[in-house]
């Protein structure tokens, strides 16, 4: 049967059928005035349908037309979410297929879990679970859902901080019921938010006077330690060996970077070789540059041989 109704247009006729029945004095089983759920019902009844849901399924299919954008086929993560946390899941019948299912109700089959997913979401909608659009409120859920998946993203299996280990203690001390990521959140915040936090570590350390660029005072002097060994090293690439020890030299290797602590001064020991003398051991110098900041040239480079 070829349905003279739409996705748009169903809520409408739902809402005008239940008017006309309440100026009738038609009432439900409570002995109150119809809703718009129970327009729903009558409009599925009309065209044959088992259900709302059966209807609203048909409807994803049978009212399209080319002037309207073809619909979803898959909810993202954070609506699903949303809709566990509002009671809907999603599990297989008898069959082998898919259905919600939201306290004693339940959809019929579907032939994909995101059908059914959709088809829930449709369900939370109709019954304002779920309010979404320009000019109705977003489910309060939906922005800790956006929460989770971006502390998630950013940190992995848990914060720097805020570990489960302590979380951990913390719930069975029975401080907190919150699940981790919500109780991670909730430190932060309480905790003067992500700007009080180094980027970094996560410490909330931001406040110490010592931090800059978004990291606490520690993890700021490593960043620019490695900044400065990054000049070091490039130093060390453009510098001529040949020029300043003979072009008979060349640096077979090197070992890692010192650095001395509140001088700017970065040195390494090199390991020379001599065309001379291709048998004979490498010989040992020290290359030696100046820095004083992240933001400077570097300074005075040399190498000294022993």
């Not at 302590?166 to 019921?177: A, I, Y």
Request: charged share 30%.
């Amino acid at each position: 049967m070829k349905l003279d109704i739409t996705a748009a247009t169903l809520k409408p006729a739902a809402q005008k059928l239940v008017d006309r029945l309440n100026q009738m004095g038609i009432v439900s089983k409570s002995g109150q005035p119809l809703v718009v759920d129970h327009g729903f019902e009558a409009v599925a009844s009309l065209f044959g349908r088992r259900n709302q849901h059966a209807l609203r399924a048909a409807l994803s299919d049978d009212a399209k037309c080319s002037c309207c954008s073809p619909a979803p086929t898959k909810l993202d993560t954070v609506k699903i979410e949303i809709l566990k946390t509002l009671g809907y899941s999603v599990t297989l019948s008898e069959f082998k297929l898919p259905y919600w299912e939201h306290g004693d109700d339940a959809s019929e089959d579907f032939q994909t879990e995101d059908e059914a997913w959709l088809a829930a979401m449709a369900d939370a909608r109709a019954r304002r679970r779920f309010a979404d659009g320009d000019t109705e409120a977003v489910y309060p859920q939906a922005e800790m859902a956006q929460t989770i998946q971006e502390l998630e993203a950013r940190w992995g299996e848990q914060h720097e901080w805020y570990t489960r280990s302590e979380w951990q203690t913390n719930v069975s001390m029975g401080d907190t019921k919150l699940g981790y990521w919500e109780w991670v959140e909730h430190n932060i915040e309480s905790h003067g938010g992500d700007e009080a936090h180094c980027d970094k570590c996560g410490e909330p350390a931001m406040d110490d006077g010592e931090g800059y660029d978004g990291m606490c005072g520690n993890c700021a002097d490593a960043a620019e330690d490695d900044r400065m060994q990054d000049i070091a090293q490039q130093a060390y690439e453009d510098f001529d060996f040949q020029a300043a020890l003979g072009e008979h030299f060349t640096v077979a290797t090197r070992d890692g970077w010192v650095h001395s602590s509140g001088q700017g001064t970065f040195e390494c020991v090199v390991y020379l070789e001599d065309s001379r003398a291709p048998d004979a051991p490498t010989s040992i110098a020290r290359f030696i540059v100046d820095i004083e900041d992240a933001d400077s040239e570097p300074e005075n480079a040399r190498v000294i041989t022993s």
